[in-house]
């Protein structure tokens, strides 16, 4: 064969082999194996305690007249939830002004280290029992003591409970003085009037022997039928008391 021959033949092998070398570096791409990777993603909530305020709000106390108070600081606290314990305990309650047996309106205060809060504490009236008074109209010889028995003015029996509560005012009576005067009884916040008339006994009236007329005590000058009572004489205002009067011959 001549050499041209087999230059032809070597450049075809050379040709076919390189075909098939590149045809396997194509296959070995293709056959790459290919690794998914999964990665999955964990969300952690954090739990966060609630932050308290540590805001100091008081409470208007009210109790009733000698009660007992209280000494635990959390009953005069608004929202005593959002307070610190720590806070709490360093609290410092101050109720040294509020008088429980006596009503009326007082404060207190609470302090925490340098700062100080003032509260209301109302002390109340206690309920009393619920009774309409009826008060006598009295006349009265000059120059007479007063009486401060209730029962003297007052046509109701009374209980302790009752008595103790009454306030009764002669203030506006003058007994050295001939006139009309009202005096007063106060009971649960009502205010009861009446009349003491204070009088001067006239002198009895000397008859002659040849008259037929009797002599005539006229110390008790009342129009109205009426009990006499240790010189007092008493008229009740809505029921009359009948007394025979008795004449000296």
Do not use: W
């Amino acid at each position: 064969m001549k050499k041209k021959d087999l230059r032809l033949i070597s450049l075809t092998i050379a040709c076919c082999g390189l075909l098939f070398i590149g045809s396997g570096v194509a296959m070995n791409m293709h056959d790459t194996t290919v690794i998914e990777t999964t990665y999955s993603l964990g969300v952690y909530q954090n739990k966060v305690s609630e932050s308290k305020t540590n805001e100091i709000i008081l409470n208007d106390m009210t109790i009733e007249v000698n009660n007992p108070i209280s000494v635990d600081v959390r009953d005069y606290l608004k929202d005593v939830q959002n307070i610190d314990s720590n806070v709490l305990n360093s609290l410092k309650l101050d109720t040294s002004y509020v008088n429980i047996n006596e009503a009326g309106t007082y404060t207190y205060t609470i302090s925490y280290k340098k700062k100080k809060y003032n509260g209301t504490f109302i002390v109340t009236e206690k309920e009393l029992p619920k009774v309409t008074l009826t008060l006598r109209n009295l006349t009265l010889k000059k120059d007479s003591p007063l009486e401060t028995t209730l029962s003297t003015y007052i046509v109701e029996e009374l209980t302790d409970e009752i008595k103790n509560n009454i306030v009764l005012d002669l203030s506006n009576v003058k007994t050295n003085i001939e006139g009309t005067y009202q005096y007063s009884v106060t009971y649960n916040n009502k205010i009861y009037l009446a009349n003491i008339e204070i009088y001067t006994p006239q002198a009895p009236t000397i008859i002659t022997p040849n008259s037929t007329e009797q002599i005539k005590d006229t110390t008790n000058t009342d129009t109205n039928t009426s009990t006499e009572v240790d010189n007092q004489t008493t008229t009740d205002n809505t029921t009359s008391i009948e007394n025979d009067t008795t004449e000296e011959k």
